[in-house]
């Protein structure tokens, strides 16, 4: 099995790095290189090759998923690995709904790395058993839905601010500030401030 590859990452220090690694592999070729979502569109255009490695944060313009969901739309399409030191629940699963063969962190072992590339050419899913227990879950889980008013409580604590400067600024009392932080931990099954912010930024509820 071969495997013609573009590689996809914003770092040019870090996508010679990748490329290094794949072409170690005499059964990998990396037929183009590519340092924005867009730039990877006419680079994939060009040489049609059977995988593209992408990263998932791209800097402006079309991310990762972005690049996975417009490639998958392609005929014939090529598959997409993703490869980013991003681990959240919510990246996976988008990656996985756009239509990711896989989703690999940069720590993974190099020989893990080029075994994956291979099958994805080869048209398999490459997903780590922790990893696709995470996507499971999170897809099964229900998605709590917060009012805007616990919406912005939230943001206020990501921001840091207490109960008392969150009062001000929302023009609310602190006693109802409290309420909408019971509410927010209730629906989300947490028990603290940290625990609630990092699940709405997991559900996209955050930046």
Do not use: C, W
């Amino acid at each position: 099995m071969s495997a013609r590859v573009v590689v996809v990452e914003d770092h040019p220090v870090t996508r010679m790095g990748i490329v290094a690694l794949l072409t170690q592999d005499e059964r990998i070729t990396v037929v183009g290189e590519a340092g924005t979502g867009e730039e990877a569109m006419t680079v994939v255009g060009r040489e049609s090759p059977d995988v593209v490695v992408t990263d998932l944060r791209l800097g402006e313009g079309m991310d990762g998923v972005g690049v996975t969901t417009s490639l998958r739309a392609r005929a014939p399409a090529p598959a997409v690995l993703v490869l980013t030191t991003y681990d959240t629940d919510r990246d996976i699963v988008r990656a996985v709904e756009a239509g990711a063969a896989g989703y690999l962190l940069k720590d993974t072992d190099p020989a893990e790395i080029t075994s994956a590339v291979l099958r994805a050419a080869a048209g398999e899913t490459v997903l780590s058993p922790a990893l696709a227990q995470r996507v499971v879950a999170r897809i099964s889980r229900p998605r709590a839905v917060l009012s805007p008013r616990e919406v912005e409580t939230l943001a206020a604590v990501a921001r840091g601010l207490s109960n008392k400067e969150i009062a001000r600024e929302l023009f609310i009392s602190e006693a109802t500030v409290k309420t909408h932080l019971v509410h927010v931990f209730t629906k989300f099954d947490v028990d603290s401030r940290t625990a609630a912010v990092a699940r709405a930024r997991e559900e996209g509820l955050l930046n």
